[in-house]
């Protein structure tokens, strides 16, 4: 049976503009971050939590290491390069508060990733795209 909200997003994603795209990454990976502090800050967790907390934590790696990889760094230069540097510790941080749960490199990775979002948001604000036609691109700096 099909999903009519993943058939609304997929169309969002595909008509989205390449910044909209980051965006939606970045709010999924924002959810996906939050959704593993509220289940993390339980006094005792399930099974059924702990694989919530698992799948949250490896869909914000995945998007993080998604965005890695799309850089481009022959046009982006050195804010591509920086942009690598940032994703890469991010993900190592992550991966080191899946064995620690350190609320705190949680909250740190949440506040870097929601003021990068800002950002991307100040420079949507100041560009406009056209839509893509068919396939998304989603090729960033």
Not at 27 to 35: D, F, I, P, R, V
Not at 94 to 114: A, C, M, W, Y
Not at 134 to 140: D, E, L, R, V
């Amino acid at each position: 049976m099909l999903n009519p909200n993943s058939n609304y997003l997929e169309k969002e994603v595909l008509q989205a503009s390449p910044i909209d795209q980051i965006l939606l990454l970045y709010n999924k990976a924002l959810t996906s971050l939050k959704m593993v502090k509220s289940v993390i800050e339980k006094p005792s967790l399930t099974p059924e939590e702990v694989k919530i907390k698992a799948e949250a934590l490896s869909k914000a790696v995945d998007i993080l290491i998604y965005l890695k990889a799309v850089l481009d760094h022959e046009k982006g230069g050195q804010v591509a390069k920086n942009l690598d540097e940032i994703y890469g510790i991010l993900i190592e941080e992550l991966v080191r508060f899946n064995f620690s749960n350190d609320t705190k490199v949680l909250n740190d990775t949440i506040e870097i990733l929601d003021n990068m979002k800002k950002a991307w948001q100040d420079i949507r604000g100041g560009i406009t795209f056209q839509r893509p036609i068919g396939k998304a691109q989603t090729k960033a700096f």
